[in-house]
C-alpha cells in the first residue's frame, strides 16, 4: 500500500511542476517582455498559420485558452526544418489555418517569443487567403557576413 501513496506523491508533484512550468511560459509576468519596437496589436480577428506544437489541441488550449477554430491550410514556398520554416520555392508547407482575436494572438506571440525568437509575417496561403506566419528570426551564424575586401589595420597614435 505504501507504493500506492508513493506512486500519488511522485504524480502530483509531476503535475505540480508541468502546471508550474507552463504559468512561467505563458502566463507569467518574467522571462518574455514584448519589445517596443514592435507594433501594437491591431484590434480585429486575426488569421495565424500553425505548423508545429500548435497544432494539437492541447498546446493550443493551454497557450491561446481557445481551439481557434482551425482549418486545413498550406503554406507554398516554405519547407518545415524541425520547428522551424525556410524559403524553399519548390516545397509547401501543410498546417491549420486558426481565426483568433487580439488577446489569443498576443498570447501566441508571448509562446512564440515574438521579437526574441521569431518573428511574425503575413503570407498568402495556398488558397489565396492571408494569415500570419511565424518565421524563425535569423541567427547570427546564419548571416551572411562578409570579411572586408582589404585588410584594416588599427593603429593608435601618442
Given amino acids: 500500500m505504501i507504493w ?17 512550468w507552463l504559468w512561467l511560459t505563458m502566463l507569467s509576468p518574467w522571462f518574455y517582455e514584448r ?12 488569421q495565424v498559420f500553425v505548423y508545429g506544437t500548435l497544432r494539437y489541441l492541447p498546446i493550443r488550449w493551454v497557450v ?25 520555392a519548390d516545397s509547401y508547407v501543410d498546417g491549420l489555418l486558426l481565426t483568433v482575436s487580439p ?22 496561403l495556398a488558397d489565396g487567403s492571408t494569415a500570419w506566419v ?8 546564419e548571416l551572411e557576413i562578409h570579411p572586408p575586401a582589404h585588410r584594416i589595420a588599427l593603429v593608435t597614435y601618442d
Fill in 134 to 141: 511565424y518565421v524563425r528570426l535569423p541567427m547570427v551564424s
Fill in 4 to 20: 500506492l501513496k508513493r506512486l500519488v506523491d511522485v504524480s502530483l508533484l509531476c503535475l505540480m511542476g508541468v502546471a508550474t
Fill in 64 to 88: 491561446m485558452g481557445t481551439s481557434g477554430s482551425p482549418k486545413p491550410a498550406r503554406l507554398d514556398g516554405f519547407e518545415r526544418q524541425g520547428l522551424d520554416l525556410s524559403r524553399n
Fill in 103 to 124: 488577446e489569443a494572438l498576443q498570447r501566441l506571440d508571448r509562446y512564440e517569443r515574438l521579437g526574441i525568437r521569431y518573428e511574425r509575417v503575413e503570407q498568402t
Fill in 35 to 46: 519589445p517596443e519596437e514592435l507594433p501594437d496589436i491591431e484590434q480585429r480577428t486575426h
